[in-house]
């Protein structure tokens, strides 16, 4: 996983950004290294890679935040966000396209949820 660590190192300082982006096995190209110039806590990304085992994450770092999630394995994205809802994201919104270019979504608030094609 990246990003993280350095997310929570900012969080233990009392940084809070508006949005968190976590992006599930998507690549590196994703979240880059924002976390080497400071002025750019507005917009972290975290990036959990295809080998990271999610059942030994710990997203401590996502309690109360707001949080988009998003990945193109479905089935590994809903394991990430049904262990993200344990730790008591502020708002927690998963989007996933699917191969027809319908959207799916998820919202912890039920404000988004649904799918919209």
Not at 47 to 63: A, H, S, T
Request: proline share 3%; with cysteine.
């Amino acid at each position: 996983m990246r990003g993280a660590k350095e997310l929570t190192a900012l969080r233990v300082e009392g940084l809070k950004p508006d949005w968190l982006r976590v992006f599930v096995g998507e690549g590196d190209y994703m979240s880059g290294e924002w976390y080497k110039w400071r002025e750019t806590i507005k917009d972290p990304c975290v990036d959990i890679e295809d080998d990271d085992d999610i059942g030994l994450i710990d997203f401590r770092f996502v309690v109360g935040l707001e949080v988009i999630l998003t990945g193109s394995n479905p089935d590994r994205l809903l394991a990430v966000y049904e262990k993200m809802t344990k730790y008591n994201p502020r708002r927690l919104i998963l989007f996933h396209s699917n191969e027809d270019q319908s959207v799916e979504i998820l919202d912890n608030r039920g404000i988004l949820s649904g799918i919209l094609e």
